[in-house]
T-cell receptor
């Protein structure tokens, strides 16, 4: 199946710093990528939808200035958590939707810990 | 509240069948999915069913869909220890861009 690579898998950062998470589709072009956040023992919450070459669409309650999403190419989307706080600590997962497909492929996730 | 609801825990003996249930709210859902998440890992798509189907079988997995009751279930036959994981059901909430809405996940524990 199609492969989505998410990097890094784990990151620890200090409060106030910014962290960038990359999501790459390795063997297909993804016109749409999704970013999810998962709190412990809870479901995945959709944060935003990014389409290549256009601004991301954020879900209600998600601060777009805090969670910057860039979908610069058909194979790469990045999520930058700016001025991170401990409450941003979470598991972030991206998924990529190939053109014309109904199945989205997920990355392995990034465990972010803000200390 | 949640658009997709699942029971949180299921304990099953090795070799028995597991049945994980899910209810959803969007009657216009076209596809419904089952994902598996192992500890610390991302999501793995197990199977999906199109809304005009009642059942789909794939090796040890059987998906049943009751569209009238908006009820989806996943049956795992001959459950193995490697099946211990969190299982999420999900529905497409936007047919334009295939956004998914997930249930809270069912933690399946397989005991010897």
């Amino acid at each position: 199946g199609a492969v989505v690579s998410q990097h890094p898998s784990r990151v620890i950062c200090k409060s106030g710093t910014s962290v960038k998470i990359e999501c790459r589709s390795l063997d297909f072009q993804a016109t749409t990528m999704f970013w999810y956040r998962q709190f412990p023992k809870q479901s995945l919450m959709l944060m935003a939808t990014s389409n290549e070459g256009s601004k991301a669409t954020y879900e209600q309650g998600v601060e777009k200035d805090k969670f910057l999403i860039n979908h610069a190419s058909l194979t790469l989307s990045t999520l930058t958590v700016t001025s991170a706080h401990p409450e941003d600590s979470s598991f972030y997962i991206c998924s990529a939707l190939p053109r014309g497909n109904t199945e989205a492929f997920f990355g392995q996730g990034t465990r972010l810990t803000v200390v | 509240g949640e658009d997709v609801e699942q029971s949180l825990f299921l304990s099953v003996r090795e070799g028995d069948s597991s049945v994980i249930n899910c209810t959803y709210t969007d009657s216009s859902s076209t596809y419904l999915y089952w994902y598996k998440q192992e500890p610390g890992a991302g999501l793995q798509l197990l199977t999906y069913i199109f809304s005009n189907m009642d059942m789909k079988q794939d090796q040890r997995l059987t998906v049943l869909l009751n569209k009238k009751d908006k009820h989806l279930s996943l049956r795992i036959a001959d459950t193995q220890t490697g099946d211990s994981a969190i299982y999420f059901c999900a529905e497409i909430i936007s047919s334009n861009d295939y956004k998914l809405s997930f249930g809270a996940g069912t933690t399946v524990t397989v005991r010897a």
